[in-house]
């Protein structure tokens, strides 16, 4: 079977691991100091990106995770719905969000406020991919992996209708 021959490679897994490697030593620099972080992915597509991350982070952590769906075209746009809250409380603690990409930005808007309405002492986002152009609220990314022109990527996490998941890189379909 082998990479299904209709999704050409936009980032190879060299590269990820390489990125990876980068921001693993920034968030490592950054919480040296930090009493309690915990690392908090966007089931499903973040899952790939914060195992490969957080293997390589050696300060301690905590993970969790939320899920999140975004309700149809047919009521408000950006409507985001919380699918699977977090199981830890994080009031006082250093959170990082994490994140497979950042696209309008509606999810993560509504999961930073979120978190800071619970009183986390810090809130930051990690996101693999930032495709700016299509931004409609603004996300400020801490750590942000790679930005990339307004296309459809599936691979590492990402999908198209649940497929492609697992493909070790970037990619997008080939029309
Ligand atoms: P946002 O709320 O528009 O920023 O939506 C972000 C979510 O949309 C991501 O977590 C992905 O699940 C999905 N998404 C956005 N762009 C892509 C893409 O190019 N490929 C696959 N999923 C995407
Ligand atoms: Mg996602």
């Known amino acids: 079977m082998g990479t299904p021959n209709d999704v050409k490679t936009l980032i190879s897994s060299d590269k990820l691991q390489e990125r990876i490697a980068e921001l693993a030593a920034a968030i490592d620099r ?22 490969d991350l957080l293997k ?16 149809g075209s047919a009521t408000e ?9 977090i199981d830890l409380a994080i009031r006082g603690s250093d959170v990082l969000l994490i994140e497979d990409i950042v696209d309008t930005g509606y999810t993560l808007r ?4 979120l978190l800071r309405f619970r009183g986390a ?14 931004r409609e609220v603004e996300v400020p990314i801490d750590y942000r992996g790679f930005p990339i ?9 990402l999908d198209y209708d ?14």
């Open 77 to 85: 746009p950006g409507e985001v719905r919380i699918r699977k809250d």
């Open 162 to 175: 649940e497929k492609y998941r697992n493909l070790p890189f970037i990619g997008y379909i080939e029309a």
């Open 149 to 157: 022109d307004d296309i459809f990527v599936v691979g590492y996490g």
């Open 121 to 134: 002492r810090s809130v930051r986002l990690c996101a693999l991919l930032d495709k700016g152009e299509r």
């Open 30 to 51: 950054d919480y040296a100091d930090s009493d309690r972080l915990v690392c908090i992915g966007v089931l499903k597509g973040s899952v790939f990106f914060l195992v």
């Open 56 to 71: 390589q982070v050696t300060v301690p952590v905590e993970v969790d995770f939320f899920q999140t769906a975004s309700y």
């Open 110 to 113: 509504t999961i930073l406020d």
